[in-house]
């Protein structure tokens, strides 16, 4: 009798288990998407090349009459000269600045061509149009990268 009554409560809990991931899965995509696009930025200085990519999702959350964004992407910052040029260099740092927020990152004794810096964040304003800096630190030595949107609405 006992292995019966626990076959019973071990179904019942079976059962409440699959009905709240069912009730999740409907609060997660009740959520009304509106679009989802690509913005691509680049570019160059002397010594530099950088490509950022932005993807945006536009959606409005369940009960709500406000559109939120939720962005993710990626920014890629190459040498253009040869690796042996940073060979003497002791600490390379890279960063930028957005209006949505910013990121970077640093290396001691640099020995790479190519650097990446993923992002991710949401809120309530995207500017597709902003151009912005990526500033290059090589011990101390700052250059100033414009990049810019290239697709265009």
Not at 111 to 116: L, R
Request: hydrophobic share 35%; aromatic share 10%.
């Amino acid at each position: 009798m006992n292995k019966k009554i626990l076959i019973c409560i071990l179904f019942f809990f079976f059962c409440v288990a699959i009905m709240a991931t069912g009730c999740l899965e409907k609060e997660l995509t009740s959520q009304k998407q509106l679009a989802a696009y690509q913005d691509v930025y680049e570019g160059e200085s002397e010594n530099w090349k950088v490509r950022f990519v932005q993807n945006v999702t536009e959606f409005i959350p369940p009960e709500e009459d406000v559109i939120l964004y939720d962005v993710d992407g990626e920014m890629i910052l190459t040498y253009k000269g040869n690796l042996s040029e940073l060979s003497s260099v002791q600490k390379m740092e890279y960063s930028y600045a957005r209006n949505s927020g910013g990121g970077g990152g640093m290396d001691a004794n640099p020995s790479e061509k190519v650097y990446g810096h993923r992002f991710s964040h949401g809120g309530a304003t995207v500017d597709r149009e902003e151009a912005f800096n990526v500033i290059v630190n090589l011990d101390g030595k700052k250059e100033t990268i414009e990049v810019k949107r290239l697709n265009k609405l």
